[in-house]
């Protein structure tokens, strides 16, 4: 067994290191360099960035991109670009956006229920048990995916971004969730204390919930119960639908068949061919979160498939790693980190990225297009974001092939695309995951 020793850095060590610098001039060539330019800037390689045109021979018809600001809702905002689509068909209009904020009020609420839920599963777990550490760590998470957006959207509907404007605390999370993940630690605290001393904790609950949901009508306003949906199409003709409740509104003109679609990933580290759940993530409690896992080959035929159809597609990736927001490039070989510092390699497979948690999902997006060779093979994928028309080309991204093998984890497509073989596996019953997955 390794006995592990104390390896002190020294004054003989610095001295080696010293040297070394020393013997290679063009490191302080660099130094220079980026003293007064970043580190992206330096490591750009515009002969590679060049390749990456925004030019498609696969394209879904997008509008004006939308804005997510200093939130985390990227997941949401995902999913309401695949789906406001069918609005803007339906309607005859130039664009068409839903009211983010009316969601996130529900997702924040249905999360702190969740977050109660699973503390008083575990309560007879020490807080520093696993299970009870991750929790307490993430009480009311900014994030998502598919599955919790759909789960709103099927039991709360949607409205017109106009019916429940943005506020500064929709579009600045971070400034407020502070604040109210500590009253629920607190909470949790409590409940556990109840369960422990063989009291029922309903009422108490209730009571924390109700004064969770009484500061996020502080912060984001009352949720609709009706409204008259008035629009002018492109023809400059005035439309008014009167008295619609969220639900009415998203079953004519959304319609409601999320049943239809799966969520596929492509994971290095889980087994193939899988089915898998997160009985202790998500939003709305009463639903689950269920993924299948397939190959990176098939994640990407899948997704090749459903443009090729005429829809976007959601997807989750990594999007830290040889990414340029300013321009809109997302390609490994557009940047060289390593070269400007001091020859850096890096070699980790995609299983021991996510194993090590040097990557993980922490964004979601829609592909809108992809650029097919003569062989109809992909060489580069066109990207609609959320962060607004003054990054990348518009609002618009381009990711290159091996980005896509390298960062993208998660898709969510129609089943019908799916082979008779694929749609089997669907039938399986679903593994777990663990709350501390990197994927989960």
Known sequence: MYMNKVTPIDSEMLARFE????ARPELQVMSNAISRTSLEDAAFVPAAAAKLRMDFSVLVPTTKVTWQQQSGRCWM?????????????KCNLEDFSFSQTYLAFYDKLEKANLFFE??????????????????MGHP??????????????????????WVMPETVASTGTAKYLPVLTRKMRE???????????????????????????????????QPP???????????????????????????QYVGNDFDEYVVVIASPIHEKNRTYCQPFMGDVVEENMFWLNLSQE??????IRQLKAGEGVMFSCDCHPDGDRKNGYWDPDSFQYGEVLGGLTFGMTKAERLLTRDSTMNHCMMFCGVNLDENGIANRWKIENSWGEEHGQKGYYIGSEKWFKANVYQITVRKELLSDAQRKLLEQEPLPMKLWDPLA
């Open 225 to 251: 119960k009706t409204f008259d949906f008035e629009y002018t199409d492109k023809d400059g003709v005035y439309h008014c639908d009167k008295n619609l409740t969220p639900r009415t509104f998203m079953e």
């Open 187 to 221: 909470d949790a605290l409590e409940l556990r204390q109840l369960v422990r001393e063989g009291k029922d904790p309903s009422a108490r609950r209730e009571a924390m919930l109700a004064e969770i949901y009484n500061a996020l009508r502080v912060l984001y306003g």
């Open 140 to 161: 009311l998470p900014d994030g998502g995916q598919w599955d919790m957006a759909i789960a709103l959207t099927k039991k709360y509907g949607l409205v017109p971004s």
């Open 118 to 135: 699973n503390i008083l599963h575990f309560a007879d777990q020490d807080l520093d048990d696993r299970e009870t550490f991750e929790l």
């Open 77 to 89: 905002f995902s999913t309401m670009n695949v789906l406001r689509r069918r609005v803007i068909q």
């Open 19 to 22: 040297q070394g610098y020393e």
């Open 298 to 303: 098939e994640l990407e035929d899948l997704t």
